[in-house]
């Protein structure tokens, strides 16, 4: 059975710095590509970042490049998203996705499994 369990979220100021871990269990990782999601309530979930099956490449929207950085450890089976700069807009619900392909998408209905989601809350 595949699981995704989040962890790393909180409450951090405007500018501040917070890394959210997922744990992925079930199937071979390091084949898989994995992505970042967040979800405000009445709202679409939203693409922040993917990255490739063995790593290869990575894919962020645009308002987060140059300030979340995702990155995996196969030997963890744990895919990292490190967020700095941090800004109160981005207050949301971040979600771990997994999709059987090893290429990366922006795409939510492309994502097989997720997690249950670590709430992130910037304060200004």
């Known amino acids: 059975q595949v699981q995704l369990v989040e962890s790393g979220g909180g409450l951090v100021q405007a500018g501040g710095s917070l890394r959210l871990s997922c744990v992925a269990s079930g199937r071979t990782f390091s084949i898989d590509a994995m992505a970042w999601f967040r979800q405000a309530p009445g709202k679409e979930r939203e693409f922040v970042a993917a990255?490739?099956?063995?790593?290869?490449?990575?894919y962020y929207t645009g308002s987060v490049k140059g300030r979340f950085t995702i990155s995996r450890d196969n030997a963890k089976n744990t895919v990292y998203l490190q967020m700095n700069s941090q800004k109160p807009e981005e207050t949301d619900i971040y979600y771990c996705?997994?999709?059987?392909?090893?290429?990366?998408?922006?795409?939510?209905?492309?994502?097989?499994?997720w997690g249950e989601g670590t709430q992130v809350t910037v304060s200004s």
């Open positions: 990255i490739s099956g063995f790593g290869g490449r990575t």
């Open positions: 996705a997994r999709r059987r392909s090893t290429s990366g998408s922006a795409y939510y209905k492309e994502y097989d499994y």
